[in-house]
């Protein structure tokens, strides 16, 4: 074999090998670092830049932050929610555009909202394998660049017209065209089973929880003051590099307040009995941008004397049967921590730091709420009573979607990045090491949970 | 060689109205005949302070094929510097007709990145006037730097071809020097195909600003001409140049010979072979394009370390 030809032997780490199909022991999976690209609001900076575009600058970012040219990744797994059919490959054509060696490979996924922290535990699941010893994980999504599809009507024409043989067949396959398939198809919100939107779905279960204006209000404060803070402190100086001139999310807000947030008229929930508190201060704006995550084992980091700043120790999907009102929409999370926890024999009382994606402010709420329900925990989570409390000082310290904005798919790497640097500063905690909880809800009744553990 | 006059420019000059000026240029010299001697003028142009629109250079970006990122492609630099350079080939001491001059060949160093947010001070000039079998050519320089530092950034050299006219006392080159040597060319086994639409010269036009007639419709290539429109060579040496893609590192030099045409719409059939050193670090890549139904070659050149 040449010299530039591909390393034929495993993964570096020898307690990963073993006999052919004989279980292998597992090892850990490390977060080394992140990078992302300032979010920016839709319509704002990134108008113009594509998916691939974004991808590609967090990407490049992330390389020239460990050192990576040239370097083969084990893996490269990203999405995007809102994705142009020409995109099938878009983390392959990122790899291919960015200074990783072309021998990287590289898959998409797409789970909604939580795609990218999908591709964090996927990846870390094959690392703990021993499949690969390294792998990017990560999101991007534009909703100003957003595709639009022609009507059903149209691209049964042009797809017939494809197939037509002769000129009377074309002609014929033409005769169907009516004006109105020519009006184009734009994505939206909305959930293909209810016709409803995400925010006028939150807005049946903030009614339901009992979730007050003031305390969405307050959400959405402390998300602006806490991000702001954290960039003043120079937090974000290494997970992030600047992009078409922007330094900072643009959907930060550093001089808003409580009165200021309380004038704002509700969006969502206005058509229901109940009083509509959901308004543009206390929701995520539609944004652009993306993230990643370098992920590796122990033996990786250490041969590329890298950091290593927290494992990730597990995680949980879960769904809710929301269609007809069982449960609501981005309540998925709420069962998927429970199990989670149960699993790693752990109680809420055993963190340090708590990543609720900010949906909306109520999102963080209902969970909160129904987490305190002693009713729900018995009947709906089979426990004894109320799941937990959490400490709402360690909830998003350092700010969540809410100012940060959220760009579908890149919110995952955000808060995986943003979490394992503060537990890798927080260090060890009551003689354990400093733990974290990230939870991410999704369209399609889904959520997505995980444990990450200072190193 | 003499020493150079800097003229400097409050902004960087309109190319619409160079051409317009151009074109009057011409049409005044077949009247008057005017005499514009045999040397170049010594006078080199310079704007300072000059910014990429991002809009443009999204455009620009994703025209070409390359990511949308914050640093400058370095076609994108040499369309920056474009009019200045035709500034100084427009002036009335410019011995030769601006119009109809052929781009045969462009040199950049691009010597280190340069980012959309910076301003930039860029200078142009007119240098080594020649003779060619077939006319007169001559070098334009174009040099960038961040505005108010010394270090040249970016340096463009583009050789054109006034064809058909010569200077007096400016000899043609003797047989023997190289020039009158006609390869044969057997094309390679493509790597890459390009369908170029017949919209490709609009397209350019709008991203780079060079909205000269013969890139932009059958009609004004025709009257210019020309059998039909033909592509930007600047287009595609800087469709080359993404396709080799970010191997290349951030400093690199970039060369292309043009050859024959290309008429759009088209297809252009392309051969990039890359060197590589120990460990597949990338060293150099040559490129090369031809016609595939013809087998004429458009263009060749390479992207190499500095």
């Known amino acids: 074999m040449s010299i530039d030809g591909q390393s034929a032997t495993g993964p570096q780490d020898s307690s990963a090998l073993a006999a052919p199909g004989a279980t292998r022991t597992l090892r850990r999976a490390v977060i080394v670092g992140g990078n992302r690209i300032p979010f920016a609001r839709s319509g704002g900076a990134y108008t113009k830049s594509s998916n691939q575009d974004m991808l590609t600058a967090a990407l490049d970012g992330l390389i020239a932050r460990f050192g990576l040219q040239d370097e083969r990744i084990g893996e490269v797994a990203a999405g995007a929610v809102l994705k142009h059919s020409r995109d099938f490959n878009l983390t392959r054509e990122a790899v291919l555009g960015s200074a990783l060696s072309a021998e990287t490979p590289a898959y998409d996924l797409q789970q909604a909202c939580a795609t990218g922290l999908e591709t964090v535990l996927g990846l870390a699941n094959k690392i703990k394998l021993g499949q690969i010893d390294s792998a990017i994980a990560g999101g991007v999504d534009s909703a100003s660049d957003a595709p639009i599809a022609v009507s059903e009507g149209l691209r049964e024409v042009l797809l017939d017209l494809n197939r037509a043989k002769s000129l009377p067949q074309r002609l014929q396959v033409l005769s169907r065209l009516r004006p109105k398939d020519l009006a184009p198809d734009a994505p939206g919100t909305g959930e293909p089973r209810t016709g409803l939107s995400m925010g006028e779905h939150q807005a049946l279960t903030t009614a339901q929880w009992n979730i007050s204006r003031a305390a969405q209000d307050e959400i959405s404060y402390n998300s602006h003051r806490n991000l702001a803070a954290a960039y003043d402190a120079g937090f974000f100086d290494d997970l992030l590099t600047p992009y078409r001139g922007l330094t900072r999310d643009s959907n930060l807000r550093v001089d808003t307040t409580l009165e200021k947030l309380a004038t704002l008229k509700p969006v969502f929930g206005k058509s229901l009995g109940?009083?509509?508190?959901?308004?543009?201060?206390?929701?995520?704006?539609?944004?652009?941008?993306?993230?990643?995550?370098?992920?590796?084992?122990?033996?990786?980091?250490?041969?590329?004397?890298?950091?290593?700043?927290?494992?990730?120790?597990?995680?949980?999907?879960?769904?809710?049967?929301?269609?007809?009102?069982?449960?609501?929409?981005?309540?998925?999370?709420?069962?998927?921590?429970?199990?989670?926890?149960?699993?790693?024999?752990?109680?809420?009382?055993?963190?340090?730091?708590?990543?609720?994606?900010?949906?909306?402010?109520?999102?963080?709420?209902?969970?909160?709420?129904?987490?305190?329900?002693?009713?729900?925990?018995?009947?709906?989570?089979?426990?004894?009573?109320?799941?937990?409390?959490?400490?709402?000082?360690?909830?998003?310290?350092?700010?969540?979607?809410?100012?940060?904005?959220?760009?579908?798919?890149?919110?995952?790497?955000?808060?995986?990045?943003?979490?394992?640097?503060?537990?890798?500063?927080?260090?060890?905690?009551?003689?354990?090491?400093?733990?974290?909880?990230?939870?991410i809800c999704a369209a399609g009744g889904q959520g997505v949970v995980a444990i990450l553990e200072a190193l | 060689m003499n020493t150079v006059h800097p003229v400097i420019l409050g902004e960087m000059p309109s190319l619409s109205k160079l051409y317009l000026n151009a074109a009057a240029q011409a049409a005044r010299r077949r009247v008057l005949g005017t005499d514009n001697g045999s040397s170049l003028p010594d006078a080199s142009h310079e704007v300072r302070g000059v910014t990429a629109d991002v809009a443009k250079l999204t455009a620009y970006q994703h025209l070409i094929g390359e990511t949308a990122s914050?640093?400058?492609?370095?076609?994108?630099?040499?369309?920056?510097?474009?009019?200045l350079a035709m500034s100084v080939m427009n002036r009335d001491d410019f011995p030769l007709p601006l119009l109809g001059m052929i781009h045969l060949s462009n040199h950049v160093e691009q010597r280190s990145p340069v980012l959309f947010t910076e301003p930039l001070d860029v200078t142009a000039r007119v240098e080594n006037l020649r003779g060619h079998r077939t006319g007169t050519q001559l070098d334009v320089v174009a040099e960038v730097r961040g505005a108010g530092a010394p270090d040249i950034r970016w340096i463009g050299v583009s050789t054109y071809l006034a064809k058909g006219m010569f200077l007096p006392g400016i000899d043609k080159p003797s047989a023997h020097n190289g020039q009158t040597r006609h390869e044969e060319f057997k094309a390679p086994d493509p790597t890459g195909l390009w369908q170029l639409g017949v919209d490709t010269g609009r397209a350019y036009a709008a991203v780079s600003g060079d909205f000269n007639p013969i890139h932009l419709s059958v009609l004004s290539a025709k009257a210019l001409g020309m059998r039909r429109s033909i592509a930007h060579g600047m287009y595609l040496a800087s469709r080359a140049l993404a396709d080799v893609g970010p191997a290349r590192g951030e400093s690199f030099g970039w060369d292309v010979e043009f050859d024959a045409p290309v008429f759009l719409p088209g297809r252009v059939a392309l051969d990039i072979s890359t060197a590589q050193g120990l460990h597949g670090a990338w060293q150099g890549s040559d490129f090369v394009a031809w016609n595939p139904r013809s087998g004429r070659r458009h263009f060749r050149g390479s992207v190499t370390e500095l």
């Open chain 2, 70 to 83: 914050d640093v400058l492609p370095a076609g994108y630099i040499h369309a920056l510097t474009f009019p």
């Open chain 1, 274 to 439: 109940a009083e509509a508190t959901m308004t543009a201060g206390n929701s995520t704006p539609l944004t652009d941008g993306a993230s990643t995550v370098l992920l590796a084992s122990e033996a990786w980091a250490d041969a590329h004397d890298l950091p290593k700043l927290a494992t990730v120790v597990d995680g949980e999907a879960a769904a809710v049967d929301f269609v007809h009102g069982k449960d609501g929409l981005l309540m998925a999370p709420a069962f998927a921590v429970p199990r989670l926890l149960a699993r790693n024999g752990l109680t809420l009382a055993d963190f340090d730091f708590f990543e609720i994606h900010e949906a909306f402010a109520a999102t963080v709420l209902s969970t909160l709420a129904v987490w305190e329900d002693e009713e729900f925990g018995r009947s709906r989570l089979g426990l004894d009573g109320a799941f937990g409390t959490i400490d709402r000082a360690r909830l998003n310290v350092n700010g969540s979607s809410l100012a940060a904005g959220h760009p579908f798919a890149a919110t995952g790497g955000r808060i995986a990045a943003t979490l394992a640097k503060m537990l890798h500063a927080k260090g060890t905690e009551n003689g354990r090491p400093a733990r974290g909880l990230i939870s």
